[in-house]
């Protein structure tokens, strides 16, 4: 089955400084990976996604870009704002709509001040 | 557009007890899932359906989980009887059908097992 590794587990930024997640993916198949975005007490919220037939997909000041060669792919925030501060999981999902969302350990985004 | 809605969204409850979550997707989503989430990771998934129809059930402990569909709409996930580890977030997402990726989450029901 699909293995997601998801690193740091915590990133404390300046706020307007970036922040960059990085995750990597096992199964070679899997063709969709979206970010979500989960606050404390709260269910996790889309905040992006990127399809394995793109390389880099922006949204404002969020971006993900993605190396299927390497299978890995990283979700970049710009001039981050306190409300930025959360937990990040990155996901991915197998080819055929056969699965479920295999999700990493997640990152905790700290935004200072 | 009403998003996924999950009750209770607080549970507590002794070990051995029954224990029952409700979900109900987003209009017109076909498929639905169930995922648990531990203190500190990421969902896991325990069960799909499409429809009412449970195509992936292969995580989900069967000897004390149980799931139901009934009119592919609502689901309620069961736990008979709990223990203490069962104490987790359960999360329930829809999305429109097997074939579009995009998953959208409830709020969660966050069950305590004491």
């Known amino acids: 089955g699909e293995n997601v590794e998801q690193h740091p587990s915590t990133l404390s930024v300046q706020e307007g400084d970036s922040a960059v997640i990085k995750c990597t993916y096992s199964?070679?198949?899997?063709?969709?990976f979206p970010w979500y975005k989960q606050e404390l007490g709260k269910g996790p919220q889309l905040i992006i996604d990127?399809?394995?037939?793109?390389g880099e997909k922006k949204d404002q000041r969020i971006a993900v870009t993605l190396n299927k060669t390497a299978k890995h792919f990283s979700l970049h925030i710009t001039e981050t704002q306190p409300e930025d501060s959360a937990v990040y999981f990155c996901?991915?999902?197998?080819?055929?709509?056969?699965?479920?969302?295999?999700f990493g350990k997640g990152t905790h985004l700290i935004i200072q001040p | 557009e009403a998003g996924v809605v999950q009750s209770p969204r607080y549970k507590i409850i002794e070990k051995k007890q029954p224990v029952a979550f409700w979900c109900n997707p987003i209009?017109?989503?076909?498929?639905l899932y169930w995922y648990l989430q531990n203190l500190g990771q990421g969902p896991e998934l325990l069960i799909r359906?499409?429809?009412?129809?449970?195509?992936?059930d292969s995580q989900l402990p069967k000897d004390r989980f149980s799931a139901e569909r009934l009119k592919g709409v609502d689901s309620t996930l069961k736990i008979q009887p709990a223990e203490l580890g069962d104490s987790a977030v359960y999360l329930c997402?829809?999305?429109?059908?097997?074939?579009?990726?995009?998953?959208?989450f409830g709020p969660g029901t966050r069950l305590t097992v004491l």
């Open positions: 997402a829809s999305s429109q059908s097997s074939g579009r990726d995009t998953q959208y």
């Open positions: 199964d070679s198949a899997s063709n969709y």
């Open positions: 990127i399809r394995s037939n793109v």
């Open positions: 996901a991915a999902k197998a080819g055929g709509g056969a699965d479920g969302l295999t």
């Open positions: 209009s017109g989503h076909n498929t």
């Open positions: 359906y499409e429809n009412e129809e449970a195509v992936d």
